[in-house]
């Protein structure tokens, strides 16, 4: 099993690379198509559509074809639209691809986190904020590709090409190692339309914890820099290394999620971080300190490092059936309700700016941050519930069969 979580560990770190391959790289792009940027800003929620679009689907498609099949369609739909996005000509041009783009990369998050969930319960560890840190420093890896590419005038066409081959090579060397989950008899258990999801409260309260945290992490990648230039006086250089931190203190404590995760239990991670990440954020809108705010988005990165992949574990989790299959169109349900912050999230978030300051508008993402606390406090109650119910059921039809 070894060798599974290895291939799903870089899974998770080709899907971080591809995303940081291409979002710094939106000046370039903006230049190449000569967009303002309120049209960048409408091309670019190209890419959120698409993500919301492919995550219940890919959910639905999982639980037929396997995740493993899932993986390698949406990486080499990813290696094939990188190119074309660096071909684009026009703000129209741009928007079309980044909805195939955005497709292809959350079809590949909703798989890569089902082949996650089947790690998992083979190992029986709590490996899923591990997977995630893969991710992190994937993005990282692809965000400093990225700046290298631009600093050495690298054009868009020959670096997209260059990880579009890195993609091909890397799911071509990990594919057969991915964990493939036989697919569970037809018994009619969770088979039904995704109505029934709908009637879950705990699965709306996973999807909140989730939609609380891509909201933030949207606001700290969107914001963060700009926040360090205007409001506490930093250089460009030193504003942008606001979000590199976020991302660093991200990553190593998703490295230690699993140590921390068997400690102390999946709620109390979940309260501690959304206090932790919360309070930085409001503390660094509070006080004018430049040095400060590197410690605020630290907070925020380590608060918020276990929330996105806590939450699509408990969702696999809920919807795990008798023979320890299922649990996919869950994880997809929860994922498109977190998709929907990467795309609310950024107008919120600049409308509060707007109204009032960016220091307002930091603080309001702490806010934020803190309302994930009574969301998972909510989710262990609702589950609780559920396997009650479950329970007594059992024990209504048992003696119907004796």
């Not at 420093?137 to 054009?155: E, N, P, R, T």
């Not at 203190?249 to 959304?274: D, H, N, P, Y």
């Amino acid at each position: 099993m070894r060798s599974g979580r290895l291939s799903v560990f870089m899974v998770f770190a080709l899907n971080g690379v591809v995303i940081g391959s291409w979002a710094p790289r939106m000046p370039a792009l903006a230049e190449q198509i000569g967009a303002t940027a309120g049209v960048l800003g409408l091309a670019l929620l190209g890419a959120s559509i698409g993500m919301i679009a492919a995550a219940s689907l890919t959910g639905r498609l999982c639980a037929r074809f396997g995740a493993r099949v899932m993986v390698l369609v949406s990486a080499l739909a990813t290696a094939v639209v990188l190119p074309v996005l660096a071909s684009v000509g026009s703000p129209l041009q741009l928007g079309l691809v980044l909805v195939l783009l955005g497709a292809s990369v959350g079809m590949l998050d909703v798989a890569m986190n089902v082949a996650a969930v089947t790690v998992i319960r083979r190992t029986e560890r709590p490996l899923m904020p591990v997977f995630h840190a893969g991710f992190s420093f994937g993005a990282l890896a692809g965000s400093m590709g990225a700046a290298f590419a631009a600093g050495h005038g690298l054009g868009l066409v020959p670096h997209f090409s260059l990880v579009a081959g890195a993609t091909v090579l890397l799911v071509a060397g990990t594919i057969t190692f991915v964990p493939r989950e036989e697919a569970a008899a037809d018994t009619g258990e969770h088979t039904g339309p995704d109505r029934r999801m709908l009637r879950r409260p705990v699965l709306w309260l996973l999807g909140l914890i989730a939609l609380f945290s891509a909201i933030v992490e949207g606001a700290s990648g969107d914001w963060s820099a700009l926040f360090g230039v205007r409001e506490r006086g930093m250089s460009e250089a030193a504003g942008a290394v606001t979000f590199s931190v976020f991302c660093v203190a991200m990553g190593i404590v998703r490295l230690l999620g699993e140590q921390i995760e068997r400690r102390f239990g999946a709620v109390k991670v979940l309260v501690t971080g959304s206090l932790m990440a919360g309070f930085g954020l409001i503390m660094i809108a509070a006080v004018p300190s430049a040095w400060l705010a590197y410690v605020g988005f630290a907070m925020a990165g380590g608060g918020l490092a276990f929330a996105f992949p806590v939450a699509l574990d408990l969702a696999g989790a809920v919807g795990r059936r008798g023979d320890g299959t299922g649990g996919e169109r869950e994880i997809g349900f929860v994922t498109t309700i977190a998709y929907s912050g990467f795309l609310i999230g950024p107008p919120m978030i600049g409308g509060v700016a707007q109204v009032t300051n960016l220091e307002f508008a930091i603080g309001f993402a702490g806010v934020i941050a803190l309302l994930i606390a009574p969301a998972a406090i909510a989710s262990a109650r609702a589950r609780r519930r559920e396997s009650e119910a479950a329970g007594r059921e059992k024990e209504t039809i048992a003696p119907a069969t004796l």
